[in-house]
């Protein structure tokens, strides 16, 4: 399959208001990337543009080393080779699980159970679904279906609307996996839309995360779970800990005692007031010591593989921290508090542009 | 290209009213003091008016409580009650009067005409109530009970004000199509605005006198339209879970199950066994006689090519304007699918009038032609495929459009593999319900028809008009067969074609 490259992408559907601000994005072939923002910052309005269902007002979309669009010209839809799965599977409902797996395909192929077969396979079902109408699937074998239909005719790259998210709990994980999977048996080229932090970090090699219609971060899960650009993407990623202090010499005091920070690259942390972000796992407790802050204990949320402990600091600031195991503090006790490992710090006054972040 | 098709089927639907509009300001306001000032007309207003009244109240007791019955109450084989008490609209107004009449002639009073016509509405307003019973959240009653209501206090806080939406929509149905009626009232010598503009207009050709009555009329109906709108209220009475609603547990009637029994019984008896005796009663007293097959096959065949042609047609009228309404969505949109439902609110004896006068006038060498009556077809019929047709372009959305797309299909290959076969089910359903609708005609199809032209209805009323009773009924056994299939649509979903 091929790569994606998106440059400068601006998109606005009434003048003066705009959807989509200068995006680029460069996709590497055979690599999933994830689109991930909350809901209305653009991200199915970017996917759509790619897909080629809307044009947008400037910038240029290359699949592989096709423009198909840019430089007022754009290719129709059905000419891009690109592969769709809408939200809820979108399966056409006049049609059997093999009549929509085989609508892409040429006319002389459209009998070929064999096809149809190796693609039901590919994702992960049964060759007996074949021919059932879609609405006896449910909700996963239906997005699963979708699946095969958009990779029948060989796409050079493959979009995915936030397929999962109409899926309960349990079916979601089941079908994500079998999706990746699927993807990576073929060396898809993906983007995955989606709202949920959690998919993207776990199925993605690399994570775009969009606000307000701009690109704000590019990078793989792990850097963006340790290195969010800013302290909106860091709390939006995963859980926070975010507490004011004084960074001296390399060094962040607060009312967790000195903490050391992230190596910063080639730019560091000035002097002065900042705020660190520290994530739930990184505190530890213990009982009361002398030589560490003590915090109280106001409630605990038990998961069962760990849990949160919800904590008032001596500062009256109330944070989280992640637990695992069976020796838990109970509400209303005093515990000290400890870091593992170092923090991330951002300028007070500058949040929107971490010196740390810069670099990453 | 599809709007400007949407709006010539609006101003084709609006034709009568504006040429109503347009007659009324050529006259004057000295004249319509002199033609609607008069005592004929405060008569034939007070006619109306309590036929209407009588009839509502009375459908809407009967629709009600049969509903009830049905839906939530224990009462034994309830499916096939609902069935039986569909069942009378496949015997035309019309037919059921001569029924009756030829069988008692002494109904030709108030109370008969009322007999007469509740009979044959009142599963007008039974179908949306029996509907709206059963899509009532039994969480909601649960809820209710909770908070400590009695059963009676759950009747009437609870269920009324979610069945009143279906309720004034199922009355409206029946003072539109009560004040639309013809055949029926005719046969029974009860003299509304809708007989009298006929008989105005059979005797004398009185041009200005019918069309006044006839202005009148339509002024009564709009009247209708707008106090329906009034009282239904802007509040919204969709569930607000998600989630099939689970259905509710049936009341049990214990010692009240055989009285409940026996009133729908009697209720079925009167509206359809009764119709339907009488008619096999003179089904054997008229083949005795003469029966003209060779007539009733080629009634029969002019007939269902008419119904057939103005299906097409009108099916095909209805397309731009329930493609709009769904997917440009917007004021104009919403304008010309409205304008369409007014068009035939517009009882069939005013659009036949209208169509009359104007093809005379404006265009002579159409004047009783099967365009023009096609047309007059279209104009009362509209609704009925627009519904369909806009509920199967719900369904399939821009979504599968977009998706066939990136599957390589084009423009041409998609409208043939995905848009058509989504729509056809629609399309047909909208198709049928015209059909059926067309060869039960009465009213417009004896103004318009070419000369010649004899479809089952105007040789019915031309046979039984003569008071040859026996010479009618086989017309009359064609319709009510032909009607059977659209009433086993409508006991299976309500919304399609209940629209006047």
């Not at chain 2, 019309?94 to 109904?107: E, K, T």
């Not at chain 2, 509740?118 to 809820?143: I, N």
Request: net charge positive; proline share 7%; with cysteine.
């Amino acid at each position: 399959m091929s790569s994606l490259t998106v440059t400068d992408l601006t998109k606005s559907f009434t003048p003066g208001t705009p959807v989509l601000t200068g995006v680029d994005l460069h996709v590497p072939a055979g690599s999933l990337t994830a689109l991930l923002g909350p809901s209305g910052c653009g991200k199915t309005t970017l996917l759509r543009l790619i897909a080629g269902f809307d044009d947008p007002d400037s910038g240029t979309v290359v699949v592989g080393d096709r423009v198909v669009t840019g430089a007022g010209r754009s290719v129709a839809a059905r000419r891009r080779g690109i592969g769709f799965v809408p939200q809820e599977g979108g399966l056409f409902p006049h049609l059997t699980v093999a009549g929509n797996i085989s609508f892409g395909l040429p006319r002389q192929q459209r009998r070929d159970g064999g096809r149809v077969r190796e693609l039901l396979a590919l994702v992960g079902l049964d060759a007996d679904l074949a021919d059932r109408p879609p609405h006896q699937l449910s909700g996963g074998q239906q997005q699963r279906v979708a699946l095969a239909r958009a990779l029948a005719p060989g796409p050079s790259l493959v979009l995915l609307d936030e397929p999962f998210s109409s899926l309960d709990a349990g079916l979601r994980e089941e079908t994500r996996v079998a999706v990746a999977a699927a993807l990576r048996a073929i060396g898809a080229t993906a983007v995955l839309v989606t709202h949920d932090q959690a998919e993207a970090l776990s199925m993605a090699d690399q994570v775009a995360v969009l606000r307000g219609g701009r690109l704000v971060q590019l990078t793989d899960p792990r850097t963006l779970y340790r290195r969010p650009t800013d302290l909106d993407v860091a709390t939006f990623v995963g859980e926070a800990v975010v507490l004011d202090a004084d960074v001296r010499a390399g060094v962040a005091h607060c009312v967790l005692g000195a903490l050391p920070l992230e190596p910063a690259g080639d730019a560091a942390v000035p002097d002065g007031s900042a705020r660190v972000l520290l994530r739930p796992e990184q505190l530890r407790l213990s009982a009361p010591r002398p030589d560490l802050p003590v915090a109280r204990v106001r409630a605990v949320d038990f998961y069962g593989h760990d849990s949160r402990v919800w904590l008032d600091l001596p500062d009256g600031r109330l944070v989280s921290a992640r637990l695992e195991g069976a020796d838990l503090p109970s509400a209303g006790e005093d515990v000290s508090v400890s870091v593992l490992g170092a923090a991330l710090a951002f300028p007070q006054d500058l949040t929107a542009q971490p010196a740390a972040a810069r670099s990453a | 290209m599809t709007v400007a098709l949407a709006v010539c089927v609006a101003a084709l639907a609006l034709l009568p009213l504006g040429y109503i509009a347009v007659y009324t300001v050529d006259v004057g306001w000295s004249g319509v003091r002199e033609l609607v000032f008069r005592p004929r007309v405060a008569e034939l207003l007070w006619n109306t008016a309590r036929l209407v009244l009588g009839t509502v109240l009375c459908c809407g007791v009967l629709g009600v409580g049969a509903a009830w019955l049905v839906e939530r109450s224990s009462v034994p084989a309830r499916r096939v009650w609902h069935v039986l008490l569909v069942a009378p609209l496949a015997v035309p107004a019309f037919v059921n009067s001569y029924a009756w009449i030829s069988l008692l002639p002494g109904l030709d009073t108030y109370a008969g005409a009322l007999l007469v016509v509740t009979l044959s509405y009142f599963p007008f307003v039974y179908l949306p109530v029996a509907a709206a019973f059963r899509g009532l959240d039994p969480a909601l009653e649960e809820t209710a009970r909770g908070l400590g209501l009695s059963s009676w206090a759950v009747f009437f806080r609870v269920h009324l004000p979610q069945l009143r939406v279906a309720f004034l929509g199922g009355s409206l149905l029946v003072a539109l199509h009560l004040m639309a009626e013809f055949g029926a009232l005719q046969m029974l010598r009860y003299p509304t605005f809708t007989t009298a503009i006929y008989d105005q207009y059979r005797a004398t050709f009185n041009g200005p006198g019918a069309t006044m009555l006839a202005g009148v009329l339509v002024l009564l109906c709009l009247a209708l339209l707008l106090a329906e709108l009034r009282l239904r209220g802007r509040r919204g009475y969709a569930r607000s879970g998600r989630g099939a609603a689970r259905p509710g547990r049936p009341v049990a009637l214990r010692a009240l199950t055989v009285p409940a029994l026996a009133g729908l019984g009697a209720l079925v008896g009167l509206a359809l066994l009764v119709p339907l005796a009488s008619l096999g009663w003179w089904m054997a007293r008229g083949a005795s006689t003469a029966l003209d097959w060779n007539s009733l096959a080629a009634t029969t065949g002019t007939t269902l090519a008419l119904a057939g042609t103005a299906a097409v047609a009108t099916t095909a009228m209805a397309l731009p304007t329930g493609w709009l309404a769904v997917r440009a969505r917007g004021r104009l949109s919403t304008l010309l699918e409205r304008s369409t439902y007014l068009g035939s609110a517009v009882p069939g004896i005013v659009v036949a009038l209208a169509l009359v006068t104007i093809s005379i006038r404006a265009t002579p060498w159409l004047y009783q032609t099967v365009p023009v009556l096609l047309a007059a077809y279209a104009i009362l019929f509209l609704p009925r495929a627009i519904v369909t047709v806009r509920a199967a372009v719900e369904q399939s959305t821009p979504l599968y459009d977009d998706v066939a797309a990136s599957l390589g299909s084009s423009a041409p290959d998609r409208l043939r593999r995905v848009t058509l076969p989504l729509l056809a089910p629609g399309i047909g359903a909208g198709a049928a319900l015209v059909f059926l609708a067309v060869v039960t005609e009465l009213t417009a199809t004896l103004l318009l028809a070419p000369t010649g032209t004899t479809t089952l209805a105007t040789a019915f009323w031309s046979a039984s008009s003569a008071l040859e009773y026996g010479a009618a009924a086989p017309y009359a056994v064609v319709m009510v067969l032909l009607s059977a299939p659209a009433t086993v649509l409508l006991s299976r979903d309500p919304r399609r074609g209940l629209t006047p």
